[in-house]
Each structure stands twice: as C-alpha cells, then as structure tokens.
C-alpha cells in the first residue's frame, strides 16, 4: 500500500509541478515592473504548498506567527529532507533560495526555480560558490531576503552537520540580518535516498533576527554559533510537536498559504 500511496504522490506532484509551470512561465510578462521576481518567485512556493497540500502522506504547517523579515535577511535553517522546500514554501513571504546546481537541471522543477529567481550552486567548487554568493548579495541590494542551508546537505541524523561560512559572510559583507528558523519531521516525509514517502507531521518555526552591524569577518564563528543554537532551540520546541522524540504529534497547527 505504502509503495502504491507513494507512486501516485509522486505523480500528484508531477502534475501539480507541470501545471504549475504553465501558469507561472506566462508570468514573465511581469518582469519589466516587477524588478526582484516577487510574482513569479511566489507563483513557485504556492507549487510546493499545493503539492505538499495533495500529498496523502503529510500534514504540514507553521509554527507560530512569523514576522515577515526585514529586505536585507539572510534566512538559514536545519536541512532534514527534500521535503524542507515544500514545508518551508508555506511561509507568507518571498525569498530567493540557493540551490544545488542539478536541481536547476530537473525538466519543469528547474525552470521554475530559474522563472523565480532561485540561485544555482555547484556544490565542492569554489568559482561556483563564489558567483552564487555574488548573485545572493545582488538579490539583498535589491532588497530581497536570500534563504540558504548553512549545513550545506541533509543531515542523516537528528544532529546538525558542521555550518559553512557562506551564509554568514555574505551577511556580514552585506550589512545583512541573519534570520534563524528550524523544521522538524520532514526527515520521516521523504527518507534521504528513498523514494518512498512516509507519513509525518512536519512543522517549521521562525527565529529572531540576528543584527551583524558592527561584526567583521573575524566574527563569522561567532555568528555561526549564535545562528546554530538559535535553530537548536527552536527545533526543540518543534520535536514534540512533531511526534520526533517518540511521543504522538499534537494537534495540526494552522497552515498558511503564502501570498
């Protein structure tokens, strides 16, 4: 039953990515006025909030009230499940997300991630990581927030992967907010290298923002720090919602679709 469920969420989600497409690409037309991608970006995430919505395995939603962010953010989270996307598409703003360069590579998937103005990165090599952060910091001087996962990958475990530096040293040189937020459950929602889904209450809770006025370079391991126990809290506030320590999941929070 679990592998027949699974074969039709992913063809439910399939569909929902192509259709979805269709209505964004029109989108474009919305450029010339509409400078930081904001329509076609948010056309994206409602993709993933409606997947998320069909799929029969799981019930998503947010945590609290999250205040949108300031323009100049950088948004950082734990990273559980390839799910985190759909989970974190349900909050009520846009932002620009980095991302694994193949998944730009993926028909229909990855051409919505360039239609909304997503950042491709090559994972290992440096120029690509160098460009990707160029393009972030564009993305923040138009006055965009930039979401990425500071661990880099998805972690196998419940424990965090060492942070990387990017995300900080783009807010430091950019005079940007770091934004901490945390999910919890997405990693029983798609298992890492499976391709079956399984079912989950899945949450994601925002953070306070991080100022880095008056930090330099010499303080990124500081700021990772701040960032890591900030994500370390919130997530422990999220596990027994969620039913990850063993207990069973509270009631469903409410779930909001973006705007």
Known sequence: MNALLSIYAWLETGLVALVGFCLQAPLVVTWPFDKRKVITGRAFRLIGVTAAKLN?????????????????????????????PFLISYLPWEMKWLGKASLFKIPVVGWSMWLAGDIPVRRGEKDSAQAAMAICARWLDKG????????????????LLPFKDGA?????EAGADVLPMAVSGTRRS???HSWRFATSRALVTVGTPISTKGMTLADVERLKQMAREQILALRATLMPLTGVEGGAPSEPERAVTPR
């Open 56 to 84: 029969p395995f799981w019930k998503f939603g947010i945590h609290g009230n999250p205040v949108r962010p300031a323009s100049r953010t950088v948004v950082v989270s734990n990273h559980e499940s390839n799910a985190d």
């Open 168 to 172: 900080f040293r783009l807010a430091i």
């Open 190 to 192: 798609l298992p890492k």
């Open 144 to 159: 965009m927030p930039v979401m990425i996962f500071p661990e880099g990958t998805r972690s196998k475990t419940e424990d």
